[in-house]
C-alpha cells in the first residue's frame, strides 16, 4: 500500500511538473480604450483555464501603433500577441509577419465572425488576427439639449444640420459644447475622423493614378467647414483631444454632440462613469447628399507576431478573449450593453443584446461603411478612414499633424493643404507609385 501510495504522489508531482513547465508567460501590447482595460480585469479567469499569466503592456493608441510596428518590422520579439487594425493586418499578413489564424479550433466558430470584420483582417483567404471588438463611428447626443435647441435629430442627418444643431446646443457660460471631435494628430486619431469626414464631402486622398488631392475644392471644403464648426461649437484645444478626452468630455455632460467610435456607445450610457447617461441618443454619422456617410469601418484584434516561441499559448488566449465565452463572462459579470460589439453575427441574434439601446445604430452603421467603394470619386485604395498601403500610416501622421495645427490656429487652412499636398506627392514618389 505504502509503495502504491508513494508511487500515486510521485505521478501527481509529476504532472504537476509537467502542466507548470508548459504554463506560458504571455506579453500583450494594447490600447489603453475601455474595452482593453476591461478585458484585463478578467485576465484571470484566462489563467485559472489554462495555467498561463499575461503581463499587459497598455499603450496611448498613437504610441500602440509605434512600439508594435517597430517591433514587428524589426523582429524584436518584445510581445507574443499584438493589438492591431483593420489597416495592419492584411499588410503584416503578406509579409509574412503574422502567424494564420485558420486553424483556430471548431468550438472557436471563426464562421460567426461578421464578415465585414474577417474580411478586414485577412489577406488572401488567410486571417490573420482575430476581432475582440469590430466597429464603425456615429452620432452620439444628448437628448435633453436638442429638445433645448428645438430641434429633433433624424436618424440620418446631414452635415448641415448637424453644424445647426451644434452651434443651437453651445452654452459657453457652462461649458457646454455643441459639437467634440477629434483634432488630435495621429494617422488613427485626428487623421481617421477627418478622412472618414471627407468621404462625405466628395474628397479622396488619391486620384486613381496616386496623385495627392488635397488642393481640391472637396478637401477644402472639409476643412474649413470642419475648423468653423468646432471654433464656434467645439471644446477649447480640440486640437489635442482624441477618443478619450472627448468620451471624458460627454461623460461629463460637456458635449451635446460627439461623432465617434460605435463602441463608445457602452461608456455614456454606463451610469457608473456617466452623468448623463439616461439622457443619450444615437443617429448615423453625418452625409452631405452626395451618397456617402462619414463613418468609418475598424476592429481593434489580437495578433501573434510570426516567429513567436509561444504560439499555442497565444492562439489559447486569442480564442478566449475573442470568443462567445468571454462575452458571456462580461454579460454575467457587467450586463449586456457593456460585452465588445461589432465582432460575431450570434451576438446580434441574442435576443439579450438586440434589446440594447445602441444595438441596431452599432450595426447599421457597421453595415453602412464599404471599404471597397469608400469615395464619391473612383480612388486606387481599399480602406474607409485610411488607404490600405504600407507607405500611408507614416505620410497620414504627417498629414495629420498639419491638420492639427491648422485647428489650433497656428496655420491656415490653405497652408495645412498645401503642406499636405507637397508631402503625401513627395513621399509616394519616393516609394514609386508616381
Given at each position: 500500500?505504502?509503495?502504491?501510495?508513494?508511487?500515486?504522489?510521485?505521478?501527481?508531482?509529476?504532472?504537476?511538473?509537467?502542466?507548470?513547465?508548459?504554463?506560458?508567460?504571455?506579453?500583450?501590447?494594447?490600447?489603453?480604450?475601455?474595452?482593453?482595460?476591461?478585458?484585463?480585469?478578467?485576465?484571470?479567469?484566462?489563467?485559472k483555464?489554462?495555467?498561463?499569466?499575461?503581463?499587459?503592456?497598455?499603450?496611448?493608441?498613437n504610441?500602440?501603433?509605434?512600439?508594435?510596428?517597430?517591433?514587428i518590422?524589426?523582429?524584436?520579439?518584445?510581445?507574443?500577441?499584438?493589438?492591431?487594425?483593420?489597416?495592419?493586418?492584411?499588410?503584416?499578413?503578406?509579409?509574412?509577419?503574422?502567424?494564420?489564424?485558420?486553424?483556430?479550433?471548431?468550438?472557436?466558430?471563426?464562421?460567426?465572425?461578421?464578415?465585414?470584420?474577417?474580411?478586414?483582417?485577412?489577406?488572401?483567404?488567410?486571417?490573420?488576427?482575430?476581432?475582440?471588438?469590430?466597429?464603425?463611428?456615429?452620432?452620439?447626443?444628448?437628448?435633453?439639449?436638442m429638445?433645448?435647441?428645438?430641434?429633433k435629430?433624424?436618424d440620418?442627418?446631414?452635415?448641415?444640420?448637424?453644424?445647426?444643431?451644434?452651434?443651437?446646443?453651445?452654452?459657453?457660460?457652462?461649458?457646454?459644447?455643441?459639437?467634440?471631435?477629434?483634432?488630435?494628430?495621429?494617422?488613427?486619431?485626428?487623421?481617421?475622423?477627418?478622412?472618414?469626414?471627407?468621404?462625405?464631402?466628395?474628397?479622396?486622398?488619391?486620384?486613381?493614378?496616386?496623385?495627392?488631392q488635397?488642393?481640391?475644392?472637396?478637401?477644402?471644403?472639409?476643412?474649413?467647414?470642419?475648423?468653423?464648426?468646432?471654433?464656434?461649437?467645439?471644446?477649447?484645444?480640440?486640437a489635442?483631444?482624441?477618443?478619450?478626452e472627448?468620451?471624458?468630455?460627454?461623460?461629463?455632460?460637456?458635449?451635446?454632440?460627439?461623432?465617434?467610435?460605435?463602441?463608445?456607445?457602452?461608456?455614456?450610457?454606463?451610469?457608473?462613469?456617466?452623468?448623463?447617461?439616461?439622457?443619450?441618443?444615437?443617429?448615423?454619422?453625418?452625409?452631405?447628399?452626395?451618397?456617402?456617410?462619414?463613418?468609418?469601418?475598424?476592429?481593434?484584434?489580437?495578433?501573434?507576431p510570426?516567429?513567436?516561441?509561444?504560439?499555442?499559448?497565444?492562439?489559447?488566449?486569442?480564442?478566449?478573449?475573442?470568443?462567445?465565452?468571454?462575452?458571456?463572462?462580461?454579460?454575467?459579470?457587467?450586463?449586456?450593453?457593456?460585452v465588445?460589439?461589432?465582432?460575431?453575427?450570434?451576438?446580434?441574434?441574442?435576443?439579450n443584446?438586440?434589446?440594447?439601446?445602441?444595438?441596431?445604430?452599432?450595426?447599421?452603421?457597421?453595415?453602412?461603411?464599404?471599404?471597397?467603394?469608400s469615395?464619391?470619386?473612383?480612388?486606387?485604395?481599399?480602406?474607409?478612414?485610411?488607404?490600405?498601403?504600407?507607405?500611408?500610416?507614416?505620410?497620414?501622421?504627417?498629414?495629420?499633424?498639419?491638420?492639427?495645427?491648422?485647428?489650433?490656429?497656428?496655420?491656415?487652412?490653405?497652408?495645412?493643404?498645401?503642406?499636405?499636398?507637397?508631402?503625401?506627392?513627395?513621399?509616394?514618389?519616393?516609394?514609386?507609385?508616381?
Amino acid at each position: 500500500m505504502k509503495n502504491t501510495a508513494r508511487a500515486l504522489l510521485g505521478a501527481v508531482v509529476a504532472s504537476l511538473m509537467t502542466s507548470t513547465a508548459f504554463a506560458e508567460k504571455l506579453t500583450i501590447a494594447t490600447v489603453n480604450n475601455g474595452d482593453m482595460i476591461r478585458m484585463q480585469k478578467y485576465t484571470d479567469d484566462f489563467t485559472k483555464k489554462t495555467g498561463h499569466t499575461v503581463e499587459w503592456v497598455t499603450l496611448e493608441e498613437n504610441v500602440l501603433r509605434q512600439r508594435v510596428t517597430t517591433d514587428i518590422t524589426t523582429k524584436g520579439g518584445a510581445f507574443d500577441i499584438m493589438t492591431i487594425g483593420m489597416y495592419e493586418t492584411p499588410i503584416w499578413g503578406k509579409n509574412g509577419w503574422l502567424v494564420s489564424m485558420n486553424d483556430l479550433s471548431a468550438e472557436y466558430n471563426a464562421d460567426d465572425i461578421l464578415p465585414a470584420m474577417k474580411g478586414g483582417l485577412s489577406y488572401d483567404g488567410t486571417m490573420y488576427a482575430a476581432p475582440f471588438y469590430g466597429e464603425s463611428s456615429m452620432i452620439m447626443y444628448r437628448k435633453d439639449l436638442m429638445e433645448k435647441a428645438g430641434l429633433k435629430m433624424p436618424d440620418a442627418p446631414s452635415w448641415s444640420f448637424i453644424a445647426k444643431a451644434a452651434r443651437a446646443m453651445t452654452d459657453r457660460s457652462t461649458e457646454t459644447n455643441g459639437i467634440c471631435l477629434r483634432g488630435k494628430a495621429g494617422w488613427g486619431e485626428g487623421g481617421a475622423f477627418i478622412t472618414a469626414m471627407s468621404n462625405s464631402f466628395g474628397a479622396r486622398w488619391f486620384d486613381e493614378k496616386w496623385n495627392a488631392q488635397f488642393d481640391t475644392r472637396e478637401w477644402s471644403d472639409t476643412l474649413n467647414f470642419f475648423v468653423n464648426m468646432m471654433n464656434d461649437a467645439g471644446p477649447p484645444g480640440f486640437a489635442t483631444n482624441g477618443f478619450n478626452e472627448n468620451l471624458s468630455l460627454f461623460q461629463q455632460g460637456k458635449c451635446g454632440m460627439w461623432i465617434d467610435a460605435t463602441v463608445a456607445a457602452s461608456f455614456v450610457t454606463n451610469p457608473k462613469d456617466s452623468t448623463v447617461a439616461d439622457k443619450v441618443g444615437f443617429a448615423l454619422a453625418p452625409d452631405n447628399g452626395l451618397g456617402k456617410r462619414s463613418n468609418w469601418l475598424w476592429a481593434w484584434a489580437l495578433a501573434i507576431p510570426a516567429g513567436t516561441k509561444k504560439e499555442a499559448a497565444a492562439k489559447q488566449f486569442i480564442e478566449w478573449a475573442t470568443g462567445t465565452g468571454y462575452i458571456e463572462l462580461v454579460a454575467g459579470k457587467e450586463g449586456w450593453a457593456n460585452v465588445p460589439p461589432g465582432a460575431r453575427t450570434s451576438l446580434y441574434k441574442n435576443p439579450n443584446y438586440t434589446s440594447v439601446p445602441f444595438a441596431k445604430m452599432t450595426m447599421d452603421s457597421i453595415l453602412s461603411a464599404d471599404p471597397n467603394n469608400s469615395t464619391v470619386d473612383p480612388s486606387p485604395y481599399v480602406g474607409v478612414q485610411f488607404a490600405a498601403i504600407p507607405e500611408f500610416a507614416g505620410i497620414a501622421t504627417e498629414v495629420s499633424q498639419e491638420f492639427s495645427a491648422a485647428y489650433a490656429g497656428q496655420q491656415t487652412v490653405a497652408e495645412a493643404l498645401a503642406k499636405a499636398q507637397a508631402l503625401t506627392n513627395e513621399a509616394m514618389e519616393a516609394a514609386g507609385y508616381r
